[in-house]
């Protein structure tokens, strides 16, 4: 453990973290109604046909 009273994580403030999966990102995604979505690395595509019709 770190003692961020005496070293403080300085780096830290200025990596963007994911507020939906936490993780390190460059890029949020934002819903239509302005909310993030998730990140380059929690968004996943899916071809919407197979996602809403194929058991
Ligand atoms: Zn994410």
Redesign the pocket.
């Known amino acids: 453990m770190q003692d961020y009273r005496l070293d403080p994580p300085e780096a830290d403030e200025f990596i963007p973290h ?1 507020p ?4 390190e ?1 460059d890029t949020l995604y934002i819903d239509a109604r302005g909310e993030v979505a ?2 380059d ?3 996943s595509l899916e071809d919407a046909y197979e996602y809403l019709y194929e058991e």
């Open positions: 994911c939906v999966c936490g993780r990102c998730g990140c690395r929690c968004i």
